[in-house]
């Protein structure tokens, strides 16, 4: 197999290959007193992930709160671990800035 081949090939098996990144954020104490993250951070932190799915740069993502963390599952195909993208994504996404002017 020539080497130009063989490129194309691991481009279309990396392409096929499923990436699950989590990211974990502890928010509290959070600012304002609160005992548990709001919904709204919730909301806010899902919303950036399910605009980042509708224009098709992630397979799909899901926002957890357990305890005080923040958590973010982000699904891709073929984007790899180490793909800023995605990575600025996430930041994006637990945001604190973002996630107190939406918790209100």
């Given at each position: ?65 357990f305890a005080d963390d923040l958590h973010l599952q982000i ?23 973002r996630l107190v002017h939406n918790a209100g």
């Open positions: 197999m020539e080497r130009e081949e063989f490129l194309v090939k691991e481009r279309e098996r990396v392409a096929k290959r499923a990436t699950v990144l989590v990211v974990s954020a502890k928010l509290l104490p959070w600012p304002g007193g609160f005992s548990r993250i709001p919904a709204e951070a919730l909301e806010a932190a899902a919303a950036v992930a399910k605009k980042a799915e509708s224009d098709g740069m992630i397979r799909g993502a899901r926002v957890f709160a699904n891709t195909f073929g984007l790899g671990l180490h793909n800023p993208e995605v990575h600025a994504l996430a930041f994006r996404a637990i945001s604190r800035r």
